[in-house]
């Protein structure tokens, strides 16, 4: 892979560029340093080093371009950043004791909360869950790891029945029907998420779900 952006050529389209350029740019994030993280010894993980990934996940120049991109590109590029977000969170979270005090977002116990939010937001107002699908297993793949973490969090919250917490269920309610709209992917990847999701129902039995 680039470790890298490439040299502008000019005589590629301003929007193709700009599409390659960030997804470069998110599979960049995932280095030998954070691989041998995620797959090994976690104990020199940083503050720093989570900081770094902080700022760099969260660049608002790269959420600009992928804002001018297709929809198709958007879907792709949004849902892997969030994906790549989420995967960061679990490894901060095996180094650190996170709060809700946190001194940076990554390093906060209720971040999935936040970006179950806005990933929900973004989904929802996609015209066909074909933009979606179009990007195969991977992307579902993806969204099924944002949606089990979504789902320990919101296990893990406090006995407190707040608008909020019901947000952030309906977000997951409304991830897993957008995985079961894939059939062959569903009926073999969402079993682990519906256990979560019944002991939700139990831990909150006033919710409904569809």
Known sequence: PLRELPEHDASVPHHVEDGFNCTIQNFLL????FLDFWLGDRSAVTLG???QQQQQLEDPEWYRKVLQLPLIQQADLIVTRHWIQTLTWQIALSNFLLSSSAPFPLLSVSFPLRLSNELQSFLAHLPGNYIVGFHGSGILEKLLEIANTIADVVLQLDDVFRDDTVSRINDVVF???LLLSFPGFADLQTSIL???LEAISEKYPVMEFG
């Not at 995932?30 to 340093?33: D, S, V």
């Open 175 to 177: 991830l897993k029907k």
């Open 49 to 51: 080093w989570v900081e």
């Open 30 to 33: 995932i280095n030998r340093e």
């Open 194 to 196: 519906t256990a979560k």
